[in-house]
C-alpha cells in the first residue's frame, strides 16, 4: 500500500444511488459499459451499501447481495481512482465480512473478469481479492458474454471481530 488514511466507514445503508453513481462514473476501466454500470447504480439503491467518507466525502463504496443465510456477494466496490491503494478497499471488505459473519453469513463471493481477458485493469483487481483471501472457484466464460469472461472468487468469511475502522 501506498499513504494509508484515515476514514469513516459506515452502514449498511441503503439509497445510496447519488453518493455511488459519481465513484462508478470515475472508474471507465472497470465500469465501461453503460448499460451494466447504470445498473450497478440501480442496485446501490436497492441493496445494503456500505461508504468510506474522508472529510465528509464518499471516496469508496460496497455493496453487498445475500444470496441466502450462509452466502453473499460483493456485488459492486467502487473507490475513488486517486483513492487506490490507500486501504478503502481492504477496509470496506474487512467491515463487511465482520458484519456478515455476525449475522451467521458464512461464505463471501465476488465476480470479476476473468484472467484469460487481458486487461491489467482487472489483474490489480484480482490480485486484491486474492491478498483479502479470495480463492478462484470458477469460469464462467459467457455470463457477461464472450468479450467479458467471468471469474467467480470466494472466500469463507472468519472475520468476526470488529474491524479496525482506521486505515
Keep these: 500500500m501506498n499513504d494509508e488514511i484515515e476514514v469513516i466507514l459506515e452502514g449498511p445503508l441503503w439509497g ?31 441493496l445494503p ?4 467518507r474522508l472529510d465528509g466525502e464518499v471516496v469508496g463504496f460496497l455493496t453487498v447481495w445475500q444470496h441466502s443465510r450462509y452466502a453473499a456477494e460483493i456485488h459492486v466496490m467502487g473507490i475513488r481512482p486517486e483513492m487506490h491503494r490507500r486501504g478503502i478497499g481492504r477496509a470496506l471488505v474487512q467491515t463487511v465480512e465482520a458484519a456478515l459473519c455476525s449475522r451467521g453469513v458464512e461464505y463471501l463471493q465476488v465476480k470479476t473478469l476473468s484472467p484469460s481477458h487481458p486487461d491489467e485493469n482487472y489483474a490489480k483487481t484480482r490480485r486484491f481479492y486474492l491478498a483479502m483471501g479470495f480463492r478462484p472457484l470458477e469460469e ?10 467471468c471469474l467467480q472468487m470466494v472466500k469463507r468469511v472468519t472475520n468476526c471481530s470488529s474491524p479496525e475502522l482506521e486505515v
Excluded at 447519488?18 to 440501480?42: D, K, M, N
Excluded at 466464460?141 to 464472450?146: A, E, K, S, T
Aim: aromatic share 14%; with cysteine; proline share 9%.
Design 16 to 46: 445510496q444511488a447519488s453518493v455511488c453513481g459519481p465513484i462508478l462514473r470515475s472508474l471507465p476501466a472497470w465500469f465501461g459499459i453503460e448499460q451494466a454500470t447504470a445498473h450497478y447504480i440501480e442496485d446501490t439503491d436497492r
Design 49 to 52: 451499501t456500505w461508504l468510506a
Design 140 to 149: 464462467f466464460p459467457d455470463l457477461w458474454g464472450d468479450a467479458n469472461p
